[in-house]
Nanobody, 123 residues
Framework: QVQLVESGGGLVQPGGSLRLSCSAS????????IAWFRQAPGKEREPVQC????????DYADSVKGRFTISRDNAKNSAYLQMNSLKLEDTAVYYC????????????????WGQGTQVTVSS
């Protein structure tokens, strides 16, 4: 069973950038699709982006298109979410998730989750 740990969150000003990391243990990530989800205060968790085992990428949140980029480095057993031009509304807990199949926007599809990392965008 793969275990996931997110890191890289923090406090950033509007317009700034952060790079979130999702490190895996217990399995090699090259056999897994990886997704990033986020949950803003008072809102339901929503899918952000997903990357397949063949590096095909899917955008689920229109609000982050052109600003966020998902990637993976199988040699490091890690995935990433590069977030640029951050906005106040990007404030949320960000989670990575994995499944040994294909991408999906539905939470119930994903088998393993990290504990989340807080991203706060504030001036």
């Amino acid at each position: 069973q793969v275990q996931l740990v997110e890191s890289g969150g923090g406090l950033v000003q509007p317009g700034g950038s952060l790079r979130l990391s999702c490190s895996a243990s217990g399995a090699t990530l090259d056999a897994y699709a990886i997704a990033w989800f986020r949950q803003a205060p008072g809102k339901e968790r929503e899918p952000v982006q997903c990357i397949t085992t063949t590096n095909e990428k899917f955008d689920y949140a229109d609000s982050v298109k052109g600003r966020f980029t998902i990637s993976r480095d199988n040699a490091k057993n890690s995935a990433y979410l590069q977030m640029n031009s951050l906005k106040l509304e990007d404030t949320a807990v960000y989670y990575c998730a994995s499944v040994s199949y294909m991408c999906s926007e539905y939470e119930m599809f994903w088998a393993a989750w990290g504990q989340g990392t807080q991203v706060t965008v504030s001036s």
